[in-house]
């Protein structure tokens, strides 16, 4: 496996960011944001900076992750005005991956409906009627877009979005007929949310060709409190089963990016310093 880091996640200074990559060993840099702009938002001019400053230094981009169509919901339609906005910052990430060489997109889906699916009666009383129908309409021109651009989105199985499992992950690239162009981001820490097992039922849904890209971190849910804490890696409730996925991961032959997210502190605000405390487990199990 390829061992990264989000960048931002050490810190937005990316020179920095890269220093701190130098001495833990890592090879790839996932971008999300550089100083405070987001991928996509950058000049030409910053963006040759950029890739200037990762090619010099050895680190090829994994993955340029800008939240695209995060915030929308059902009531969107393709083709609105924040459709469009979000397919224009789309085609600019796409021009900054062609640019740094980055072989993979980032998108996300739109704001979460709890209930997709029913039976029994809950297909009447509690479904979000039309909520799921809704989504793959507007991801459709982003596949058509990649596919043209010679670039692989991945869709993250984010918190609080419609795709939050790898289950619905797979769902929606079926649907679209899109394995060729789009493949899963698995954040097994998000999924924790869905309560959806990492291992074995949750690899088991894309182990077979789905998966593109992953991010790693550590995390304890509390759903009925609606409170969610990042914990130091191992020490959360994916900690048992880490070992697992990763042998997995090497007996399946994955070869894309493993990326440490660095988005735990220690009670302090200082995301280097939860980095420093982590990133040794990190490399221990995937490296």
Known sequence: MKLGVICDGISRDLPHAVDVMDEFDLEYAELQ?????????????????????????????????????????????????????????????IEMAHVVGSPLVRIMTQRKEQILWGKNGAEKWNVAHGAWDSMAPMIAPAVDLARAEGVTLVVETGNGTMVNSNYTARRLIDELDARDA??????????????????????????????????????????????????RMGDGQLGPLFGDIAEALRTDGYDGVVSFESVYHPGNGDFEAGFRECIGEFKRLYG
């Not at 550089?34 to 990762?54: F, N």
């Open 33 to 93: 944001f550089v100083g405070d702009t987001e991928v996509g938002d950058h000049s030409p001019a910053e963006i040759r900076q950029i890739d200037r400053l990762l090619r010099d230094r050895g680190k090829p981009v994994s993955c340029l992750s800008r939240h695209i169509f995060a915030g929308m919901d059902a009531q969107n339609r393709p083709g609105d005005a924040l459709h469009t906005k979000h397919m224009d910052a789309l085609k600019r990430v």
């Open 182 to 231: 789009l493949k899963v981001l698995w954040d097994p820490g998000n999924n924790c949310w869905c309560h959806e097992r990492a291992f074995p039922e949750g690899y088991a849904e894309v182990k077979d060709g789905y998966l593109g890209h992953i991010h790693i971190k550590d995390v304890l849910v509390d759903t009925p409190r609606a409170t969610l804490e990042v914990r």
